[in-house]
């Protein structure tokens, strides 16, 4: 299955400059990203991708997608988060 997971909002500055409407996709193993991928940013999503890319169900959390962030690095490479929304697209 291949999982989209794209920028629904940006909160202050990030340090991937990352805006809404960005999106890269996890198809299999394989990450496919539009810009350079932020390590905070991985962290934060990879393992519900990685699960839905996998069999898991988003409705197992109620809903069609899922909403994470990504935490504030801290400056001087951002001061915000990203926003993210996560759902299989295929």
Known sequence: ?????????????CAANYRPGDAMHLNGFLLEPEK??????????GHVAYALTHGMDASSFGKDGIILSC?????????????????VVQ
Request: neutral net charge; contains cysteine; aromatic residues 4%.
């Open 71 to 87: 935490p504030d690095p801290g400056k001087p490479y951002g001061d915000g988060k990203v926003i993210f929304r996560i759902e």
């Open 36 to 45: 350079p991928v932020c390590i905070h940013a991985l962290m934060a999503v």
């Open 1 to 13: 299955m291949k999982v989209e997971i794209k920028v629904v909002k940006v909160e202050g500055e």
